[in-house]
């Protein structure tokens, strides 16, 4: 969680940069995560991401195409 808050939610990303911060650290997990998934949101200034964590891990990256920062 701490890289994926410095990775992402600590800087100003576009959704595709997000994107890749998140599957990177989903590679090094010693689990099988769900593919992560990314929802345009043109209306938002910098990338966000909900994480949900249980048996497995899922991530979702919300954010503009371009930042705005």
Known sequence: MDRLRTGITEQ????????AVADGVLDE???????????VDE?????RLDVMIGGNAQVTVYGPRAAKG
Request: proline share 8%; aromatic share 8%.
């Open 12 to 19: 100003c990303l576009s959704l595709a940069d997000a994107r």
């Open 29 to 39: 997990l010693e689990l099988e995560p769900f593919p992560t998934t990314s929802i």
């Open 43 to 47: 209306a938002a200034y910098c990338s």
